[in-house]
Structure formats: C-alpha cells, structure tokens
C-alpha cells in the first residue's frame, strides 16, 4: 500500500526537507531502553520478526544495549528505492 503512494510521500518529504526516516534520538533510545529493560521478551519477539532467525541464540545480557540503537532510520533515498523494489515485485 506504502509503495503505491510513495511517489506522494517522496515529494511531500522533500518539500518538507527530510531526508532521514526514524533516526535515532535521545527520546527513542530512553523508550526502547525503558521498554526492553521492562519486557525483554517483549523486544526479543520483535527482533524476531525483523531481524534475528532465533534471537535467543544471542547474548541475552547485550540485547537491551542493542536494542537502544533501533530505531536507527534510513534515508529517505533508501525507502524511496525500496518502494520501487515492491511495486516492481
């Protein structure tokens, strides 16, 4: 669906001046250190779906750590061609 408005959501950005999607900040490193200190499963299972084949394979005592750095945003350019990818199947 995403990829069928991308050439609006593309322009729009540009208009607007952005260039980076998501990126990390100093509030979405406090809420993925607070989420995933409290629910660790919790962000275990989502890195599951999105990046990790077995996220329980690794280092249990890091993942918190790792989790701080995501989000860590795309440019605009990356999500432009991954549109591009999807609609071009």
Excluded: I, W
Aim: glycine share 8%; net charge neutral.
């Amino acid at each position: 669906m995403v990829a069928d408005l991308k050439f609006a959501f593309v322009t729009l950005c540009k208009g607007l001046g952005m260039y980076e999607m998501f990126p990390s900040n100093y509030m979405t490193r406090t809420a993925m250190r607070t989420v995933c200190g409290t629910f660790p499963l919790l962000c275990q299972g989502v890195s599951a779906l999105f990046a990790a084949e077995n996220p329980f394979v690794d280092d249990t005592a890091m993942f918190g750590s790792y989790m701080t750095h995501n989000p860590s945003g795309t440019s605009l350019q990356c999500l432009d061609h991954f549109g591009q990818v999807m609609k071009s199947k």
